[in-house]
């Protein structure tokens, strides 16, 4: 059985430090405020939403929920960035994926403050993620690193095999672990046979949103696996890898729940104070 990579643990422990520092904040008149939008009613936002709500409580970081309908306008949208973007009290802005259709996304995400972007989607700070200088870190991208710095998993010269192209995890993280010296792979649904490349991975990360997508025929002996997927099947929340079989076969594993998904929250509220405290001269 592969080692377990506990996520849950690791929030917690960087959850305890960050809300020290939130504290001496707020000793020095500063609240950390960030705000965050909602369309719809997507389950996987759901759950995220419930889990920031309770971290920000935790840590000492004021979160302001914006939920709006299935059928909000564009222009509605913009005014509330443009609202929120003007707000001296505002520190960060995200809007929660996926939008409906009628949205214009690249527009909306450029409307946002770059100084304010927790997600690091605006034009001007993913183009500074690629160019090495991180003005704001993606919360998924971020977590996972520093899970696997905590374990003492190495990337340089290690294939990483990444399955998923989103702009909030794939994309991102792909142009992160490139600095740290990786080979990376960027896989999506429409790859030709996956096995191809899975198998040659050293670190495999599933971020595709398809329960049981990687399984054990898939994977390479000793191989690091990143399970970001958080769907609901058969009434409970599973990740995109047969976690009972790809175990026997991985050296480490991150499990779901308790993996990837409390440290993505957790590296969210280290945004937030970042960007509060740059905001701030510090
Ligand atoms: N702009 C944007 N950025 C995102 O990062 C983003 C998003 N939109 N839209 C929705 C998805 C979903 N997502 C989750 C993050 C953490 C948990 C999480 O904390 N899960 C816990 C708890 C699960 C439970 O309650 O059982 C766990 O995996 O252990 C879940 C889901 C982020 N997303």
Known sequence: MAQLLDGKHLADLRATKLKQKVTHLKSEGIQPLFCVINIGNDPSSKIYLKTKKR???????????????????????????????????????MIQLPVPGQIDLNEALAAIDPEKDVDC????????????????????????????????????????VIIGRSSIVGKPLAAMMLERDATVSILHLKTKKLSEYTKRADVLVAAAGQPNLVTADMVKKGAVIIDVGINRFNGK??????????????????????????????????????????????
């Open 55 to 93: 971290r920000a409580k935790e840590i000492g970081i004021k979160q302001k929920l914006f939920q709006l309908s299935s059928s909000v306008t564009q222009k509605e949208l913009l005014s509330l960035i443009n609202c929120l973007n003007e707000e001296e009290k505002v520190n960060g802005i």
């Open 237 to 282: 929340i599973v990740g995109d890898v047969d976690y009972a079989h790809v175990t026997n076969v991985a050296s480490y594993i991150t499990p779901v729940p308790g993996g990837v998904g409390p440290l993505t929250v957790e590296s969210l509220m280290e945004q937030v104070v970042q960007l509060t405290r740059r905001k701030h001269g510090k």
């Open 121 to 160: 989607l605006t034009p001007a700070n993913v183009g500074r993620l690629w160019r090495g200088d991180h003005f704001v870190e993606p919360a998924t991208a971020h977590g996972i690193l520093t899970l696997l710095d905590y374990y003492h998993i190495e990337l340089k010269g290690k294939n990483v």
